[in-house]
């Protein structure tokens, strides 16, 4: 499967942005999704991960309450809603797919999408 993330930008703290990871291929219904996220000289972290049916949904502590993951299986798309924004939000953030809802362990990923909260 092939992933293209997009809905970045600039946004100040206290704003709201959607990222949306459309996929390529039939079987996309099939995988769990996640969004992860990596700021400049720091390591790759989970944020948000939903089962393939969107029925189960994880997410980071740091993010808990702020945002949100969904998908729409008939438009081959997964959400990342992100409300409450604040500065150490900046990151470029990924979208993957995965056999299970899970914190590690995705097979494919998309490239990212930079989102910066201004202070």
């Known amino acids: 499967v092939q992933l293209q993330a997009s809905g970045g930008g600039l946004v100040q703290a206290g704003g709201s942005l959607r990222l949306s990871c459309a996929a390529s291929g039939r079987t996309f219904s099939s995988y769990a999704m996640g969004w992860f996220r990596q700021a400049p000289g720091k390591e790759r972290e989970f944020v948000a991960a939903?089962?393939?049916?969107?029925?189960?949904?994880y997410y980071a502590d740091s993010v808990k309450g702020r945002f949100t993951i969904s998908r729409d299986n008939a438009k081959n798309t997964v959400y990342l809603h992100m409300n409450s924004l604040k500065p150490e939000d900046t990151a470029v953030y990924y979208c993957?797919?995965?056999?299970?809802?899970?914190?590690?362990?995705?097979?494919?990923w998309g490239q990212g999408t930079q989102v910066t909260v201004s202070s």
């Open positions: 993957a797919a995965g056999g299970t809802i899970a914190t590690i362990g995705y097979d494919y």
């Open positions: 939903i089962s393939w049916s969107g029925g189960s949904t």
